[in-house]
Every structure is written in C-alpha cells, then in structure tokens.
C-alpha cells in the first residue's frame, strides 16, 4: 500500500499561515492526483483542494479560494497547502489523499489512500 506521511499542523492565531506538506512512499502514476480534505469535531469530511499529476489542473473548495494554495514537487513526490488568512473555522484534523485510477475529483468515495491526518488549530 501507498503510504502517506503528512506534516506541518500546528496551533496558531487567526489571520496566520501554516504549511502542511505530503510524502508518498511510492513514485509511480497511480499514486496521482493528491487532494486534501479536512473534518472538524461534529461535522463530515470535506474537500479543501486537488491537484492533479503534471500540477496544471487544480481546484477548491469555496471557503479556501483565495486563501489556500495547493502545489506539488513531482521530483520529491511531495505535495503541499500553504494556508493563509487562517480562520476559527479552519480548524480541523487534515488530511493528505491519493486516487489510484488518476481522477481530479472532490468526493472522498473516490481516494484510495489516506495520510494519517494533521491537526489544525486557528483561534480567534
């Protein structure tokens, strides 16, 4: 299996920034595209962003545009989100995931890989 190690949550103030990096243990076609989805106390796992194998297709969740960026190191198989303008709201425990059929798609059904997630804390 495709494991993922993720890095970079942490406690900090709102309106900060944090980097949150992901490293799979494989580099192969099917480890492609990666995504992040976060899930806060009480509520589903949500979509936060996607990129796909070449880094040319990329998408967000609503709340994150503008604020967050996805982007990816094809050559240390790494992918990060630099999260800016952190909010209250963004606190949550998030998590790097992988498609082995290669899809760009919001829907945590379709990811077959999952990190072992970071914490998030923002406070106001």
């Known amino acids: 299996q495709v494991q993922l190690v993720e890095s970079g949550g942490g406690l900090v103030q709102a309106g900060g920034s944090l980097r949150l990096s992901c490293t799979a243990s494989?580099?192969?076609?099917?480890?492609?595209?990666r995504a992040w989805f976060r899930q806060a106390p009480g509520k589903e796992r949500e979509f936060v962003a996607v990129?796909?194998?070449?880094?040319?297709?990329?998408d967000y969740a609503d709340p994150v545009k503008g604020r967050f960026t996805i982007s990816r190191d094809n050559a240390d198989n790494t992918v990060y989100l630099q999260m800016n303008s952190l909010k209250p709201e963004d606190t949550a425990v998030y998590y790097c995931?992988?498609?082995?059929?290669?899809?760009?798609?919001?829907?945590?059904?379709?990811?077959?890989?999952w990190g072992q997630g970071t914490q998030v804390t923002v406070s106001s």
């Open positions: 995931a992988v498609d082995k059929r290669g899809r760009v798609s919001p829907l945590p059904g379709d990811y077959d890989y």
């Open positions: 494989v580099r192969t076609s099917n480890t492609y595209p």
């Open positions: 990129i796909s194998r070449s880094g040319g297709l990329t």
